[in-house]
Every structure is written in structure tokens, then in C-alpha cells.
């Protein structure tokens, strides 16, 4: 057993990052907090941890301390941040893309309801900009980084779309279909002899499929966004 601060923890029945968040008397939180729960999460280096405005003379080696309290009450005691902390700490840390897929899995997640987002008062203009924005409808962080991508240029996206008894990730008017791969997809030959059955299907039936993946969205933006861009000036998203 080690001793700490306000507790004693046997250390191979606890999370390595809450035993960090312990050690210096705060709170696991922000990214580090929402990945534990199931949360997607864009990929981070530290240990986030929730610490007193007036704490003082930390080793902050390997962590994010957010010295900042959430609009929701915690216990003394208390080890990781409610939900709500985690929130705010994230519309906080991050952009604005990364922070609204973080919000969209915990609705999408079912961890939290949309009506309770939008009653809570939040402290920051980022948290009430995510609590505005933020739907179930993204089924990853990826896909909401897309949304929020098109929503910047002007583009709306009616999300998992059903054509021809199947769901799509997005439909851009009326037949322009965006397909979003994610970072650990196709890693076998049945998944993407699937995908590829699916877009024949929607071409025979008069649909335009775009297929960007996980490293397109997340790390070049711009040319997603001019493909998308160019399909739309050309009217591909249109019915003849």
C-alpha cells in the first residue's frame, strides 16, 4: 500500500493516472479522465489532473494541471472529476473541433443527456459553445471533427443518413455521401471488400461517394475540405 496525500491506495488495484492525480492532491480529469470512462479523446501526452487555484509547489512532471473548478460540486476526497468538470476542462484545453467530439461520445455514449448540457451553467464561453453544438448523432470524434469541418464553410451535413436500407456516415444534399474511415479501419480484407460493395450500390443508385479517412481529416483539414468544396460547386450533391 502507498501512502498519499488523503488516502491510502494499493497501487495494483488503481489507474496509474488516478495515482498521479493523487499525489498531488488533485482530481483526474479533462482528456486523461474522459479516455478512462470510454470516451473518444484526440491522442494526448499528460496526465490531466484537476488541482485548487491556490495549490502551490506541485511536481507537475508529466501532468496538465487545469487549475480550475467545473460548475458541478465534488468531494473532498474525490479522485477523478463528475462528467460535468470533465467537460468544461475539455471545451477549455482543447480546439473547438477536438472539444465538441469529446462532448458528442459522452451523448452518443449515453454517459450524459442533452437536455442536462443545456441547463447546466457553464463558466466559459468554449463550454457553452460546445453545449449548443453538441449532438448523439456522431458516432466517433472523427466523424464530429468532419461536421464541424463543413459547418466552417458553410456546408450542412445530415448525419447517418439511411439509403437503400443502410446507414451512411453523412449526406451532403441530396446525393453526395461522405464515408469516414477510422484510424484502426479496414485492418481486414472482409471490412473493406464490405465498404467496397456498399459504395457500388450507391453509385448504381445515382449516388457520389467520398471516402476520407482518420490522418485526411484530423491532419489535413484543407484538403478535405477543397475536395468536398469542388464537388459541391460542380453540383455532384444534387439530384439530376
Known amino acids: 500500500m502507498l501512502r498519499i496525500r488523503r488516502s491510502w491506495i494499493v497501487l495494483d488495484e488503481c489507474d496509474p493516472a488516478i495515482i498521479s492525480a493523487v499525489r498531488v492532491g488533485g482530481r483526474l ?3 486523461s479522465e474522459a479516455r478512462r470512462i470510454g470516451l473518444w ?3 494526448h501526452e499528460h496526465v490531466h489532473v484537476a488541482v485548487s487555484p491556490r495549490a502551490t509547489r506541485l ?3 508529466g501532468l496538465r494541471l487545469h487549475r480550475s473548478n467545473g460548475p458541478a460540486p465534488f468531494a473532498a476526497r474525490a ?3 463528475p462528467l460535468i468538470n470533465v467537460l468544461h476542462h475539455v471545451a477549455e484545453c482543447l480546439d473547438a473541433s477536438s472539444a465538441l467530439a ?12 442533452a437536455v442536462v448540457l443545456s441547463r447546466v451553467q457553464w463558466r466559459s464561453p468554449r463550454a457553452r459553445r460546445s453545449a449548443a453544438l453538441a449532438g448523439s448523432l456522431s458516432d466517433s470524434g472523427l466523424e464530429t471533427h468532419f461536421v464541424e469541418l463543413m459547418r466552417g464553410i458553410g456546408i450542412e451535413v445530415q448525419q447517418q443518413a439511411w439509403i437503400d436500407g ?9 446525393r453526395l455521401v461522405v464515408q469516414l474511415d477510422g484510424f484502426a479501419h479496414h485492418s481486414d480484407a472482409i471490412s473493406r471488400r464490405r465498404d467496397i460493395e456498399a459504395d457500388a450500390r450507391l453509385r448504381l443508385r445515382g ?13 489535413h483539414p484543407e484538403t478535405v475540405i477543397e475536395i468536398v468544396r469542388a ?7 444534387l439530384a439530376a
Not at 469529446?102 to 443527456?113: G, T, Y
Not at 467520398?210 to 484530423?218: A, G, I, M, W
Not at 464537388?231 to 450533391?237: D, E, L, N, S, Y
Open 29 to 31: 480529469t479533462c482528456v
Open 59 to 61: 511536481d507537475a512532471t
Open 102 to 113: 469529446v462532448w458528442e461520445s459522452a451523448l452518443n455514449s449515453r454517459l450524459i443527456d
Open 166 to 174: 443502410h446507414r451512411v456516415d453523412a449526406l451532403i444534399g441530396e
Open 41 to 43: 479523446t484526440p491522442d
Open 79 to 81: 479522485t477523478v472529476d
Open 207 to 219: 449516388y457520389t461517394v467520398l471516402r476520407f479517412d482518420y490522418v485526411q481529416v484530423l491532419f
Open 231 to 237: 464537388a459541391v460547386a460542380q453540383g455532384i450533391h
